[in-house]
Protein backbone atom coordinates (compact mmCIF):
# COMPACT_ATOMS: atom_id res chain seq x y z
CA UNK A 1 0.00 0.00 0.00
CA UNK A 2 1.17 3.52 -0.68
CA UNK A 3 0.88 6.53 1.89
CA UNK A 4 1.16 9.97 0.76
CA UNK A 5 1.69 12.80 3.03
CA UNK A 6 1.30 16.22 2.40
CA UNK A 7 2.77 19.14 4.32
CA UNK A 8 2.21 22.76 4.19
CA UNK A 9 -1.57 22.39 2.98
CA UNK A 10 -2.68 24.97 5.64
CA UNK A 11 0.17 27.45 4.30
CA UNK A 12 -0.70 26.66 0.59
CA UNK A 13 -4.43 27.65 1.49
CA UNK A 14 -3.56 31.20 3.37
CA UNK A 15 -1.51 31.98 0.47
CA UNK A 16 -4.38 31.03 -2.45
CA UNK A 17 -6.92 32.93 0.06
CA UNK A 18 -4.39 35.68 0.17
CA UNK A 19 -3.42 36.01 -3.48
CA UNK A 20 -7.09 35.71 -4.53
CA UNK A 21 -7.78 38.86 -2.41
CA UNK A 22 -4.65 40.81 -3.57
CA UNK A 23 -6.11 40.12 -7.66
CA UNK A 24 -10.07 40.53 -6.35
CA UNK A 25 -8.97 44.11 -5.22
CA UNK A 26 -6.82 45.20 -8.28
CA UNK A 27 -9.87 44.40 -10.25
CA UNK A 28 -12.12 46.57 -7.87
CA UNK A 29 -9.64 49.37 -8.12
CA UNK A 30 -9.13 49.06 -12.10
CA UNK A 31 -13.01 49.29 -12.49
CA UNK A 32 -13.52 52.30 -9.94
CA UNK A 33 -10.88 54.01 -11.78
CA UNK A 34 -12.55 53.32 -14.88
CA UNK A 35 -15.55 54.37 -13.65
CA UNK A 36 -14.11 57.60 -11.99
CA UNK A 37 -12.61 58.35 -15.99
CA UNK A 38 -16.00 58.14 -17.59
CA UNK A 39 -18.40 59.82 -14.97
CA UNK A 40 -15.80 62.62 -15.49
CA UNK A 41 -15.58 63.09 -18.70
CA UNK A 42 -19.37 62.30 -19.41
CA UNK A 43 -20.54 65.23 -16.61
CA UNK A 44 -22.30 68.07 -17.82
CA UNK A 45 -20.66 71.35 -17.42
CA UNK A 46 -22.14 74.62 -16.77
CA UNK A 47 -19.88 76.20 -13.61
CA UNK A 48 -17.51 72.98 -13.64
CA UNK A 49 -18.19 72.96 -10.04
CA UNK A 50 -20.01 69.03 -10.11
CA UNK A 51 -17.36 68.07 -12.32
CA UNK A 52 -15.03 68.96 -9.83
CA UNK A 53 -16.92 67.48 -6.93
CA UNK A 54 -16.60 63.80 -8.36
CA UNK A 55 -14.22 61.83 -6.38
CA UNK A 56 -12.67 58.51 -5.51
CA UNK A 57 -12.42 56.22 -2.26
CA UNK A 58 -11.26 52.72 -2.47
CA UNK A 59 -14.50 50.92 -2.72
CA UNK A 60 -16.89 53.56 -4.26
CA UNK A 61 -17.14 57.37 -6.42
CA UNK A 62 -19.66 59.95 -6.22
CA UNK A 63 -19.59 63.39 -6.42
CA UNK A 64 -19.94 65.42 -2.90
CA UNK A 65 -21.37 68.88 -4.84
CA UNK A 66 -25.28 69.15 -2.58
CA UNK A 67 -27.19 69.51 -5.72
CA UNK A 68 -26.04 66.13 -6.95
CA UNK A 69 -26.91 64.59 -3.65
CA UNK A 70 -30.69 65.33 -4.42
Same mark, same amino acid.
Given at each position: &???? =? ?5 ? /? @???? =?? +?? @?? $?? @????? $?? /?? #? &? ?9 ? $??? #? +? !? #???? !??? @? ?8 ? /? #?
Amino acid at each position: &MIHI =KFEGIEE /L @EREL =KR +LN @EV $KF @EGIVT $KN /LT #Q &MFNRAKSLTPV $KSS #Q +L !K #QSIS !KGK @EEIGYTKDYA /L #Q
